[in-house]
């Protein structure tokens, strides 16, 4: 009987094979679309499955691989380990960690609300004729096959939790990074083979709030305000606000003020954009900075008042250059235009209303959940607007260093607790002499493997003793140049009191010969009239 089937099957296939030739070789391109559309059309309904398309590359935005592929790949790729029996292994584009997913022509299974779907991993094979400049001649893409019945539930509900899913997983493993922005070149080309507007490298500072060096309450009050943000979309929205908060962080050098970005960078799990302006070419280029900046990041701009003169002082600095200007002669005028003019090419453009739309401008909404990070030595120095509240929201103040911040730094370095013999005098010293936690903990620090708690302790001590002196010696000399500057004024107030009663001493005397003068010549005349 096997014989007997196979004897028929065999002039079957064959015919077939004959049939769907002439149909590939014969029929016209044409003809063989609106036959295909009218198969499709005639399998439909009889078919109950439907069909999504993921393709891996998108057909615009200089071949970048599809978000929607990427964050599916992810989410995928916990089911893939124990479903797939052919895995694709894949290194994540910013981090170390491989991503394991099911390899081409390969099937899963998920279930969503009781209801199943089907993943197919594959790929349509390109015309090799031509040439992939940008990407792969094979176009990959995820198939997602579902019973038409549940078409509501999972384009309204079930692709929604697969992209959110997606992407906090690429979140979660993702490796953070620390970029700096590159200078711009000829053109502004900056996309051009491969230029990029950031480079980066891995972010792998070990600052955390439980090593920084501050008191316990306001180190409580900036978590709980991060975190406030961090779950604060929908509020943003609701209130009219672009995703973002503005801090700026000021206080003496070496107070902790990059401490505290790093902190910041790790307690949220955020990538770190370091913009350095003196870099930027004008405010067209800074604003092509922020918008290739990703969410989930804190900009940075360090020592704001010396990365260009943005502290409301340029029209006064102008009109005093024009002064000193009319003061020198031509050649010395011609010599200080050409310098400006060289310093002008090379200078940045940017201006504050550039930086301040670049704060809080219509371009600062795009991607949302950002920290914008100023940090200075001299809050004095910048100009209202730029640090106005809406602008920088919460103003933090790094000072010297109280005893609640030493204990953190002598857990840190000595492992020794409050209850150390050591403490009291140096909560004392601490109140009477000023000093930055970075000096406490260079003074904290073994020197040596013979040095051990009381050793750094009692240079701490010293030094702090040393440094209370200092300032002692410091008041008495400004003290001594004050009292001294009162007695200068006073005493040119007393020679210019001098030269003015001099003066008038001179002015009256000579009134007084004009009259007698006078008084002669009229006396002369009456005598002259007697004779």
Known sequence: MMQDVWTQLGPTI??????????????????????RRYTDKLVSYFYPYMHIIFHEYESEGWFERSKAYVAIERYLSKNSCTQAK?????????GQSLVLTMDDHEEITDEYKGEKVWWISSQQAANRQTIALWKEDDKRYFKLKFHRK???????SYLKYVLDEGKAISVRERQRKLYTNNKGEAGGG??????????????EHPSTFDTLAMDPNKKQEIMDDLQTFSKSKD?????????????????????????MIAAMANFMQYDVYDLELTSVKDNTELRKLLIDTTSKSIIVIEDIDCSLDLTGQREKNKKKDEEDNKEKNENDAIKEKLKRGEAKEKQSEVTLSGLLNFIDGLWSAIGGERLIVFTTNYVEKLDPALIRRGRMDKHIVLSYCCFESFKVLAHNYLDVVESYVHFPEIRRLLGEANMTPADIAENLMPKSSKENADTCLERLIKALETAKEEAKLKAEKEEE???KAEKEKEEKEEKKKEVAATEEAKNADGV???DKSESNGAKENGDVSKG
């Open 14 to 35: 064959a015919a077939i094979m004959f049939s769907w030739t002439m149909y590939q070789n014969y029929f016209p391109h044409e003809l063989r679309g609106h036959i």
């Open 86 to 94: 052919r895995l694709k292994a894949n290194t994540v584009k910013d």
């Open 150 to 156: 549940h078409r509501e539930l999972i384009t309204n």
């Open 190 to 203: 900056y996309r051009y083979r491969g230029w990029r507007m950031w480079s980066g490298v891995v972010f």
């Open 235 to 259: 509020y943003y929205a609701k209130i009219g606000k672009a995703w973002k908060r503005g801090y700026l962080l000021y206080g003496p050098p070496g107070t902790g003020k990059s401490s």
């Open 481 to 483: 140049e004050k009292a």
């Open 512 to 514: 007084n010969e004009k």
